[in-house]
């Protein structure tokens, strides 16, 4: 059975400060990784997908994660929060690489203070 | 069309009345899939269609829900005699070709009471 833990279900940062939301995977097979961000009353929208072509993958809006395979963990990062970055993240895991059954975490509310 | 439009944005039921969700897919999009999104949790996989076949229902949690897809195009969440506990957002998505990353709906607001 698949799974995605996401640590924290609130973060907040300061505009301008660095962006880790925290995903930790459970897969018996090579894991397809992804994370979604939701905006208010919206759906959800990709902001990046690992599909075991590289370790560091780069997605919209300056976020990227990093895969690590010793850690069975897919951390998403940010350099620089911007206000517009205050949504609802979420983690999902799929492993038959079709994005069909997604598993997804509960998800980590950023805020993002002045 | 532009994206996924899911229809009514807000439903509010009364326990026991049967509701019918409608998902209008992106035009052309072979996959659809149905979640369900309880308050503060992330969303649940309920069912996938490929075409007008159902190919996994898996996720649906009673026999009081039914999905149906029947020209490949529009779909609809059926739910009889609603619960409290039925009470979520109800997420549609589309993709095509399969395997492609899912584009998803505003979503359904259920509310029962």
């Known amino acids: 059975a698949q799974s995605v833990t996401q640590l924290g279900s609130h973060v907040s940062v300061s505009e301008g400060a660095l962006v880790l939301l925290r995903c930790n995977y459970s897969?018996?097979?090579?894991?397809?990784l992804f994370w979604y961000v939701q905006y208010p009353n919206q759906g959800l929208q990709l902001l990046l997908k690992?599909?075991?072509?590289?370790?560091l993958v780069k997605g919209i809006n300056g976020f990227e994660a990093e895969f690590k395979k010793s850690e069975t963990s897919f951390h998403l990062t940010k350099p620089s929060a911007h206000m517009s970055d205050a949504a609802e993240y979420f983690c999902?895991?799929?492993?038959?690489?079709?994005?069909?059954?997604?598993?997804f975490g509960t998800g980590t509310r950023l805020q993002v203070t002045l | 069309g532009a994206g996924v439009s899911q229809s009514p944005r807000y439903k509010v039921a009364k326990r026991g009345q049967d509701v019918a969700l409608r998902c209008d897919p992106i035009?052309?999009?072979?996959?659809l899939f149905w979640y369900q999104q309880a308050l503060g949790q992330g969303p649940e996989f309920l069912t996938y269609?490929?075409?007008?076949?159902?190919?996994?229902k898996s996720g649906l949690p009673s026999d009081r829900f039914f999905a149906e897809r029947p020209e490949g195009s529009v779909s609809t969440l059926k739910i009889q005699r609603t619960q409290q506990e039925d009470s979520a957002v109800y997420l549609c998505?589309?993709?095509?070709?399969?395997?492609?990353?899912?584009?998803f709906g505003n979503g359904t607001r259920l509310t029962v009471t």
């Open positions: 998505a589309s993709s095509s070709p399969p395997g492609s990353p899912l584009h």
């Open positions: 897969s018996s097979v090579p894991p397809y």
């Open positions: 690992y599909t075991s072509a590289a370790t």
């Open positions: 999902a895991v799929s492993e038959t690489g079709t994005a069909s059954k997604l598993t």
């Open positions: 035009s052309g999009h072979v996959s």
């Open positions: 269609f490929q075409n007008e076949a159902q190919l996994d």
